[in-house]
């Protein structure tokens, strides 16, 4: 069982860390409003309320169902094309797929210990699945296929928790110096203008050992919150590289019971600018998913608040640091102005399609896909409408015929009274015509040529028979479009495992650390990482580390990847025969150790500690063998042994001398 490391007190930040006066904090808040209207203003189109964000996300849902109804008849078709919501689940399959594999990150240190280095990527992988990573990653992947950009905000949680804490503080005395007691008879401490208790020198005679209980909050680790671009916005808005971004924002809501809550704790200030109206307005979005806003009262209230992460020099000292400022846009009131501590991206920007011209990119669905999947809708409401009049057809009544549909239905077995055989007769209207059909598979087609994703890719039967070798160049062909889309994902995952590692690095150093789970401890001596008795050490994170992501487009293979070890293993049999030399080196226990930790990944081995147990033991066993004894033969049981030759004597005849 590791030892617990006492936790250090996280005590609460000013709200306004610095020192401006009224006329400088009111020109700030009109400046960063200004630059938010403006932002907002240059992507309503985008952004807005029922715009292209939200009919993409739409698309993606199956499309509006109330925009054809009945049109152009009463029960006429109105079906949407399946071609976007098909697109973007196989790219965010298998872009999930490759991104998170074990591990996530291969790990790099500078002047670091390979020990040290296994140890923190081990320990990243162990985290990663404890917050439920695979599940924020999938989401803000879909985001970035559907909206263009996915934003993943990466900050730190803390979480109120009562301590108790033994001190040494100062008590109350009277005149005469005995100890003022408490209405329960216990000393009275003294406490500053605070409220905070005074630590007393224990050889003080006024000082008492005390209990104290209270609420701190403590740092837990990162978490997460993926955000749509409605809600957050790059600062400028013309920007169209990242080197000129000097501010990042994002939107949301607030109760005020909560803000004031807050208030009290000393997170914010100015609260009371804020009024006592809600900020909360009915959307079309939030009409399409059959969600109203409740009519909000007295502790329900919630308010329209903006974060933002800008770059300024506001000590005006000529250097510009990254500030977090907390602003209400609508009354241009700073609730807080503190310095970003944290050091690293705060916003994660997931691009799976790059735009030349912008630090957004294009959506899947919206730009490369949008006139295939109105093409295809329109096909397929055609062909329905021509297959339901063929099955359906209408008749032809003549006038003044005898029969009445209302008294006598149409229907099987119905008995229809007629004057002649020409009173009711059937339209005859051609079947769809093979030219549509035709059509319908062409746009299909093209789906395809745009999105880079064939049908033997999605994981579906090809509509056509192919051979197993064009199936296969078609699908490697395919896996290198995809190829690229984890490149694409590669920097902003180097920036997550940068972020993650601060914030479980300042964690780690204020609450200290746990004892390693088992599984992570048999991983880690799995690979030769010898772990201290009192369990993992925070210091070991402290260094300077570069997390790569491990993950690769043959990843999401499986059957790939184990057909290229397998074939591996019959190179190295092959090179054993033919080089002996080579035998000797796979006799290496970090060799024998490597191949099997990757054939139980490729092979999802569950049972990995007996395999890590019985490395162990073989490690332990060629550690403490006896080294061999000149001209002895070699142990087939023991590979490390290995004979020495046996040189001939010196000076004698056809001998040279020993070099």
């Known amino acids: 069982m590791a030892k617990r490391r006492s936790r250090k007190r996280q005590e609460p930040r000013d709200p306004f860390e610095i020192s401006l006066s009224e006329v400088e904090l009111k020109a700030v808040a009109d400046h960063l409003s200004t630059e938010l209207e403006e932002a907002m203003q240059s992507r309503v189109d985008l952004i807005g309320d029922n715009q292209k964000i ?34 973007v689940d196989v790219v965010r399959a298998r872009t999930v797929k490759a991104i998170f594999v074990d591990p996530i990150w291969v790990v790099e240190g500078w002047g670091i210990s390979e020990a040290q280095v296994s140890q923190v990527e081990k320990f990243h992988q162990w985290q990663a699945e404890g917050e439920r990573l695979q599940t924020v990653l999938s989401k803000v992947v879909h985001l970035g296929l559907v909206e263009g950009t996915g934003v993943l905000e990466v900050a730190e949680r803390s979480v109120p928790r009562t301590i108790r804490e033994d001190r040494t503080v100062k008590v109350m005395t009277n005149q005469e110096g005995a100890v003022v007691l408490d209405e329960k008879s216990e000393p009275l401490p003294i406490r500053d203008e605070r409220g905070q208790l005074v630590d007393a020198d224990p050889s003080d005679p006024s000082a008492r050992p005390v209990v104290e209980s209270r609420v701190v909050r403590v740092r837990t680790g990162p978490q997460y919150r993926v955000i749509s671009l409605k809600n957050f916005l790059v600062l400028p808005g013309h920007a169209a590289d990242r080197t000129e971004v000097w501010g990042y924002a994002k939107r949301f809501h607030r109760r005020l019971k909560e803000l004031q809550d807050l208030e009290t704790a000393g997170v914010y200030q100015n609260i009371d600018q804020l009024g006592t109206g809600t900020d ?36 005006d000292v000529g250097v510009e640091q990254w500030y977090v400022v907390t602003l209400h846009l609508k009354t241009r009131t700073i609730l807080r102005i503190q310095v970003d501590d944290l050091g690293q991206a705060r916003y994660l920007m997931f691009t799976p399609f790059p735009r030349p011209h912008s630090v957004y990119g294009y959506s899947l669905i919206g730009n490369k896909l949008r006139t295939i999947i109105a093409e295809h809708t329109a096909w397929r409401n055609m062909i329905s409408d021509r297959s339901h009049l063929v099955i359906n057809a209408p008749l032809k009544r003549r006038i003044n015929a005898i029969w009445k549909p209302s008294i006598q239905p149409w229907g099987p077995g119905a008995v229809m009274d007629v004057r002649d055989s020409g009173d009711v007769e059937a339209f005859s209207i051609p079947d769809v015509p093979s030219s549509a059909i035709h059509r319908e598979g062409t746009v299909l087609s093209a789906s395809e040529r745009v999105s880079g994703l064939t049908d033997s890719a999605s994981g579906v039967h090809p509509q056509q028979d192919r051979t197993l070798g064009e199936v296969q160049t078609v699908t ?30 300042r964690t780690l150093r204020t609450q200290g650390s746990d004892s390693i789970p088992t599984s992570l401890q048999a991983a880690l001596e799995s690979r030769g990482a010898k772990l201290p008795a009192e ?33 591996f293993l019959t190179a190295i049999q092959q090179m054993t025969q033919s080089v002996p030399a080579f035998s000797a080196m796979l006799s290496d226990v970090g060799v024998v150790k490597a191949i099997f930790t990757e054939a139980m990944r490729l092979y999802n081995w569950e049972n990995k500690s007996a ?47 020993a070099s």
């Not at 959307?283 to 800008?310: D, F």
């Not at 994170?541 to 293979?557: C, I, N």
């Not at 490395?615 to 001209?631: I, S, T």
């Open 611 to 657: 395999i890590t147990d019985a490395l162990a033991k073989f490690e332990e066993m060629v550690r403490n063998a006896p080294p061999p004894q000149p001209g002895a033969p070699q142990d087939p049981n023991n590979p490390q042994a290995q004979a020495e030759p046996t040189l001939p004597p010196q000076g004698g005849p056809g001998t040279t001398p």
């Open 54 to 87: 939200d009919k993409w996300h739409i698309a993606y849902e199956g499309g509006n169902e109330a925009i054809t109804r009945n049109t152009p008849w009463p029960g006429a078709a109105n079906l949407h094309s399946w071609i976007g919501t098909e697109k």
């Open 476 to 505: 490697s062909s395919s896996l290198v479009r995809i190829d690229e889309i984890i490149h694409n994902l590669q920097e902003p995952m180097e920036e997550l495992f940068d972020v993650r590692h601060e914030i479980w690095r």
């Open 535 to 567: 369990g993992f050490d925070p210091a070991i994170l402290d260094g300077t580390f570069r997390g790569k992501p491990h993950g690769s487009v043959e990843s999401a293979d499986p059957g790939s990847m184990r057909n290229n070890f397998n074939t």
């Open 280 to 315: 909360r307005e009915q959307t079309t979005a939030l009409t399409h998913q059959n969600m109203t806003i409740p009519q909000q009262g007295e502790g329900s209230v919630e308010k329209e608040i903006y974060e933002l992460l800008v770059l300024m020099d506001l000590k």
